[in-house]
């Protein structure tokens, strides 16, 4: 990746945010959760790679290589939301937020997600060694996730949580995988499809958390505005990752 890219791919100010927008009325709880949401037509269920697996065209090399670099994300959930709570001095918002990092390594018995993204790793021939090797993961894959966790160490808190409303157009995601990969892909175990009906709930539960503290939290418009950047970089993080994945495994 060149300089541009790097620029890309921070959400940054310049001298003029503090000012811009504040001529404009803030959107009500309403219109801006109206706004998040509508960035969902940028969301990576829509990138080619996505559309290509999800319609049965990916060979199992892609499918593995898939695999093997979304499992770097997954090991770097919990150090991102752990970043936002060493950030954060609310307590409230701690207690509540820890329990992303318990959903992804795991607690009392529950494997974790973590665990069920390396059992899918499993059902598609990868071996445990070649997993957390991370032998197979791209340096394009590894720039942008390392860019989102260095955004959720520097950022303020509540804009940190804001990167993580994603999780509204997750469940859809998860949802087309359920359907359409026991048809398309039968030799993948369906035992090993647990992490994505696992997270249709959790995602839920996530989404209603981030949207309290966005909403509570950007209020004037033009704060209303930096947390449509704030999640455009999230989504641009996913895209480039799935840009990564493509050229390295193209057929």
Sequence with gaps: ????DIQH???TRDANTSTQGTDQPAWSREEFEAQLRAKGTAYHIHHPFNVKMNSGGCSREQIRGWVANRFYYQINIPLKDAAI??????RETRRRWVLRILDHDGYDGAEGGIETWARLADAVGLTRDELWSLEHVTP???F?????VNFARR??????VCSSLTEMFAPQVHRDRLASWPEHYPWIDPEGLAYFRSRISLAQRDVQHGLEV???HFTRRDQQERAL???QFKLDILWTMLDSIEKAFAQ
């Design 1 to 4: 990746m060149n300089a541009k």
């Design 9 to 11: 791919m921070t959400p």
């Design 85 to 90: 709570l060493s950030n954060c001095p609310d």
């Design 140 to 142: 394009g894959v590894r």
């Design 144 to 148: 942008a996730v390392d860019a989102y």
């Design 155 to 160: 950022a303020p808190w509540q804009e940190a």
């Design 214 to 216: 966005t909403l509570a």
């Design 229 to 231: 950047e704030i999640l």
